[in-house]
Structures are given as C-alpha cells and as structure tokens.
C-alpha cells in the first residue's frame, strides 16, 4: 500500500494560545512493498509523523492517503479502525504495551479487536509469534516473566499478528544487543520479502543502509531530503553536520581518511565497500 | 489528556507568580473558609470581585481557568439541581411532581453554583502560577510545627513532592499506552458498560507495571545517592517572605474585614 503525505501541517492545540506547531508542509511518498527509513535528530517530528500513517494524529491541514483512505482533519474516529487493522505500528520499547496473562493471548488482542474469531486469531498469534523467533514454550507463560529482549519480540509479534499490509517501527532495534538487533533487522527483510510496505525510524545508520530501499530526513517538523540511500549519503558532509545526521560508520572512516589526505572517489556505506575502495584506489607505497 | 487543567502550572512572571508560596497557600486557604461565610449577593459579589481580581493579576489567559472549571462542570450542575429541588420555603413558583421549586431555592442554587465556581478559580490561581515541588515547600514549611508531636512532616512533603513529579510522567506513559493499544484495535466508544470496562485493562496494567518500576528505579538512585530519612536536610531553595507578600496579607486582611463589614450591615 502505498503511503502520500500531501502537505500534512500538524499543530498540537491547534487554534489555541498553547498551540504548538510540529509539522510543516510535509509532501513525502513511502513506496510500496519497499523499507521507508526515517531519519533525524530527536524532536524533529518523527514519531509525529508515523502517527498519521494509521490515524492516531489527524492532519490540521493537508491530507494523508494510505491506499485508497484517505486521512483528513474531518476523518471520522470510527472510520480509522478499517485503517488500523491495515497498519500495524510498533512504538518504542513495545513492550510497554504487554497486559494479558500470556504471551499467546497477548499476541491474539489485535486480531481479535479487529474481528477476528478466537480460533483464527489463535491461529494468526501462532504464526506472528513463530516469525518474530518466540519459541512455543513461552506462549502459555506471563510475557512480565520474559526477558527484555523476548518482551520485545511477543510485542512485535503483537503487532503483526493482525497481518497488516504496512509496518512502522519507532526505534525497534533501541536497548537491543547486538545479536539482537540483527535478527530484528533481519525480520524487516523478511517482512519486506512476504510484500509488506515498511516505515522505520532509526537512528543507527549502518541500520539504515541494511535495510531501507528509501530514505526521508525530518529536520525541526519538514521533510528535508527523500531518496535512495546511495544518494543521500554521499551529500556533502557540511549538509550532515547541520542536519546533525550521522553518516555510516564506513563513511565516517572514509572521512577520516580524507583528513590525513587518503581521498576516495565516493563515499562507501558498507565496510566490505569500504575495503573495496581502498584496494582499488590506494596505492600501496 | 492534554486538556487536563487540575495541577497544571504555567510559568510566568506575574505579581502573583512572584509571591512565595506559602503566601499563595495561605491566602487560598484564608479565602475558601471566609467565603463560606457569604449569605447575601452583595457579599458574593464581594468575594467574586476578589477572586476576578487576582485572576487579572496572574496575567494568565481566562481559557486556562475556563479549561480548569469543565471537569466539574457536571458536579456543579447536580448540585445545582439537588438545591433547586429540595429547598424549602414560600414563595413556592411552581412544583415538580413532589418537588417545589422555590425562590429560596433558586437563590441557593444560584450561591452553590458561584460558591464552586469561586473556589476552582482560587485553587486554579495556586496550581496556575505555582510550580509543584514549590507546593510541597511550602506545605512542608507551613506544617513544620507539627514536627514536635512527632508528625514526619519532611517526608510527607517529600512524597508530594514525588507524587506531583510523578503525574506528568504517568500521563505521558498513559498516553503512549493508549496509542499503542488503539492501533492494535482497542476501541472505548464501542460496545455495552462491561465491554467499555473491560477495555481500560489493556490500559491499566501497562500503567501500574510502569509505575511500579519507576517508583523502584527512583528509589534504587535515591539509596545510591545516598538517601535516608529522618534527617534533618537543608533546601536548595529557601523560602522568604519578601515585600510583595506583606502586600498580598494587608490585601487579604482588607479583603476580609471589608467581607465582614458588608455581612453585618447588610445582613440578610
């Protein structure tokens, strides 16, 4: 499904004294069946942002469409659970969203609330909580007995289980260890392979490259670039430092290169691209 | 949940910012009890006047007041309805199966509906331009007495202190929840009572279980910092009366022999 902001203004408290305005004019595509990655410093708008895409925050201005619904300030509460039951969101540290008195049930309330019968949404809870690698062994115990990392994937589990068609993670990977983060990175991919649409945000970039076809920059509520990620991350390196963007960790070694007078042609993402370069393009002296 | 007034403070600068706190409590707390005193309009409006007054001083928009006074809007009306219908006394104006609504009603009616009024917007005035942990100050300040028959006033400060703290942080964590549980399909404005009720679980647990371990965590940085209790502390901020207050007591003097005055002359 594909997502369209069309001039999205957002304001908190809108037409008060107390308003506060978050974004600005944000026109952005996240294509279909490719990982949308945004990206920007804290503050600039991007957990508002994702917000929209399943109806939790309605535009004041400006429209969103997903698909073929459409999101406006006048969209009406009770037509937003067809769109929820289309977009799964995961927030931050998910698994702040844990109640039921296992983890099978748990993963079963989305499916549930969204009509589904107690069977199929068991069915449905299985499958989301084999995917998300939660062994069937936990599925009957409190999820409040897990650890943090098998908290975080019954909660991702509880987000999939509804089978939405489009998925936006806030930060999935934060608090994570590494073998952790891979798996989860890994899940995206294979997320994106069954033709799902994906939004992530991030701020690690060597996540980014790992798995984003498409890559938007909020900075202070507007959207400042949107592309492939080979595009922007060989923008000038002044535009990342007002930005206050990282670059990869391939790139930020490349720049260091570049201060003790090694240039590379162009700035690589990956470390193996990395290594790459400075065999062909290094003399060995 | 952002449009919850009660114990919001707005920073600001104001005369009435500017006054120590305990000022601020005292006042608050001299006013209520006077004003329970009111029995005729022309002390009301007396009262009224004072509270209009200070409500110009904090320099403050009135929607803020307009949003503190909404929740208990139904409050007010049930009250409203209870003095209209049980009030005896003649003339009677018309009656309502067995009930009489009378002038004495309406009167009284009328007086608990401004009586509310006046004491939200009083109250609204303190938590408005008064920030929390200056509350717990002064409260511990104005309580300090009591610590001779042994009441921990310290402590009990120190718990409204965190209490008041805490508030924000679990509002904010309540509304996280919620955006987390609706788009996993939770939905309030469906379904019977028991169905609605059913639907603050998926809320409530997430809550308390985020409760229960800042409130650990808080405690854990507290011990490491090297936190006990029953000692006696110094304040970082300590509290002053300065001239601004002496005006604000000659006022609430003023304020309550001229109430007194216009109560005996025109007594009604």
């Known amino acids: 499904m594909a997502i369209r902001f069309e001039k999205v203004n957002f304001s908190y408290g ?36 994702i917000q929209h895409i399943n109806g939790l925050l309605k535009p004041t201005s400006g429209r969103v469409t997903i698909d073929n619904f459409e999101l406006t300030h006048h969209t009406k509460e009770k037509e937003l659970v067809k769109l929820r039951k289309s977009v799964g969101i995961a927030f931050q540290f998910p698994e702040n969203q844990l109640f039921a008195n296992t983890v099978l049930e748990d993963v079963m309330y989305a499916p549930v609330n969204f009509g589904a019968t107690k069977s199929e949404a068991k069915l449905a809870a299985e499958h989301a909580l084999t995917r998300t690698g939660v062994v069937r062994e936990l599925w009957g115990k409190s999820p409040f007995e897990l650890s943090g990392g098998q908290m975080r994937r019954v909660a991702m589990a509880g987000t999939l289980s509804s089978d939405p068609s489009v998925v936006v993670m806030d930060e999935p ?12 990175l890994q899940l995206v991919l294979e997320l994106k392979k069954l033709g799902k649409t994906i939004v992530i945000i ?16 909020m900075h202070e509520g507007r959207v400042v670039a949107q592309e492939s990620p080979q595009i922007l991350f060989n923008r000038d390196i002044t ?45 060995h002296e | 949940m952002n449009n919850i007034m009660i114990g919001r403070f707005v920073p600001g600068n104001s005369w009435i910012h500017r006054l120590d706190p305990r000022t601020k409590m005292i006042v608050t707390f001299v006013y209520i009890i006077v004003m329970l005193w009111a029995s005729n309009w022309q002390t009301y409006a007396w009262t009224a006047a004072f509270v209009v007054a200070m409500v110009k001083l904090t320099d403050q928009p009135f929607k803020l007041y307009w949003d503190g006074l909404k929740p208990i809007f139904w409050l007010i009306l049930f009250t409203v309805i209870l003095q209209l219908l049980f009030t005896p006394g003649t003339p009677i104006l018309f009656s309502v199966g067995p009930f009489q609504v009378t002038v004495p009603g309406i009167l009284n009616a009328i007086y608990v509906m401004v009586r509310f009024v006046l004491i939200i917007l009083m109250s609204t005035i303190l938590t408005l331009t008064t920030p929390p942990t200056s509350i717990a100050n002064a409260l511990e300040s104005l309580l300090s007495p009591l610590k001779k028959i042994g009441v921990p006033v310290a402590e009990l400060a120190l718990m409204l202190a965190i209490a008041l703290r805490f508030v924000p942080l679990l509002m904010d964590e309540m509304q996280k929840i919620m955006n987390a549980q609706k788009s996993r399909g939770m939905s309030f404005s469906t379904g019977g009572p028991i169905k609605r009720a059913k639907a603050i679980i998926p809320l409530l647990i997430p809550l308390f279980i985020g409760a229960l371990q800042r409130a650990l965590d808080l405690a854990n940085a507290m011990e490491v910092r090297g936190f006990k209790d029953a000692v006696q502390r110094t304040k970082y901020r300590i509290l002053s009366y300065q001239k601004i207050d002496k005006v604000a007591f000659a006022a609430l003097i003023g304020f309550v022999i001229i109430f007194f005055v216009i109560k005996t002359w025109l007594h009604g």
């Open chain 1, 202 to 217: 991030s701020h690690q970039m060597d996540h980014v490259i790992a798995v984003a076809d498409h890559v938007v920059v």
């Open chain 1, 239 to 283: 535009w990342f430092k007002t930005m206050k963007l990282d670059l990869p960790k391939a790139g930020q070694l490349a720049e260091k290169l570049r201060d003790e007078g090694i240039t590379l042609s162009r700035r690589p993402l990956t470390l193996n691209e990395l290594a790459d370069l400075i065999n062909t393009e290094v003399s």
């Open chain 1, 173 to 184: 990977a934060a608090g994570l260890d590494p073998k952790g983060q891979g798996e989860l």
């Open chain 1, 14 to 49: 809108a037409g008060t004294t107390l308003a506060q305005s978050i974004l600005h004019d944000v026109t952005l595509e996240m294509p279909t069946g490719q990982v949308t990655a945004i990206v920007g410093q804290t503050g600039s708008g991007k957990s508002t942002l």
